[in-house]
């Protein structure tokens, strides 16, 4: 059962354009979010993270969604540059309860961005 | 600031065989996670420990087992490999032992079952 998903395998933008990835979960217990982002050879690295009781984070070029409703989250990379391209992740885990180092991750989105 | 260190990074083993890796978590992180990483499949949460007590497994074999040590450092270990073993496997460390996660992830380590 995969309680988060990311449905695009891979997304292509060219460089200074808006990238927008997104994620959907269906376990409502999940109350906090992360982006990762991973190049070939190396663990994934943090990028961005929101709570539930938000439903917008910004760190730079990067601004996190949530819409609870919906169970969806995006991820915003503006302007998108070509060392961003890598494979974005999207965690979710349940923050209140004994998640204890248990994220579950969506499969990945492999964006690539054209100079 | 060492991150998480994980040895070895590539390694070749064959159906039966055993292995064992070892990841060295940030220094005065306590909580050291495990994820095996296939593609396609995203990160699968194997196990967590925290003062060298599993809290936490995910759905896996007996197979798969860990531990940790006193200074935190810890192993996890994969017996009677199979062919489906072939993956990167993640280690993590994080200073909050609950609540907000952010892990830091080592590099991983590559293994491929022949």
């Known amino acids: 059962d995969q309680q988060v998903k990311q449905n695009s395998p891979s997304l292509s933008v060219q460089e200074g354009r808006i990238s927008i990835l997104n994620c959907d979960y269906t376990?409502?217990?999940?109350?906090?979010f992360l982006w990762y982002k991973k190049y070939p050879a190396e663990g994934p690295t943090f990028l961005i993270s929101i709570s539930s009781i938000k439903d917008k984070n910004e760190d730079g070029r990067f601004t996190v969604f949530l819409n609870k409703s919906a169970k969806h989250l995006s991820l915003h990379i503006v302007p998108s540059q070509p060392g961003d391209s890598a494979v974005y992740f999207c965690?979710?885990?349940?923050?209140?309860?004994?998640?204890?180092?248990?994220?579950?991750f969506g499969q990945g989105t492999i964006l690539t961005v054209h100079p | 600031k060492a991150g998480v260190t994980q040895t070895p990074r590539y390694l070749i083993k064959t159906r039966g065989q055993q292995v064992t890796l070892s990841c060295s978590p940030i220094?005065?992180?306590?909580?050291v996670s495990w994820y095996q990483q296939t593609p396609g499949q995203g990160l699968q949460f194997l196990f967590e420990?925290?003062?060298?007590?599993?809290?936490n497994k995910g759905n896996f074999p007996g197979r798969f087992s860990g531990r940790q040590f006193s200074n935190s450092r810890s192993e996890m270990n994969v017996s009677t490999l199979e062919l489906g073993d072939s993956a990167l496997y993640l280690c993590a460390s994080s200073l909050n032992p609950t609540g907000a996660n952010v892990l830091t992830f080592g590099a991983g380590s590559r293994l491929t079952v022949l």
């Open positions: 420990y925290f003062s060298e007590t599993q809290r």
């Open positions: 376990n409502s217990m999940f109350d906090y």
């Open positions: 965690a979710a885990v349940n923050a209140g309860g004994t998640s204890y180092g248990k994220l579950t």
């Open positions: 220094s005065g992180h306590r909580s």
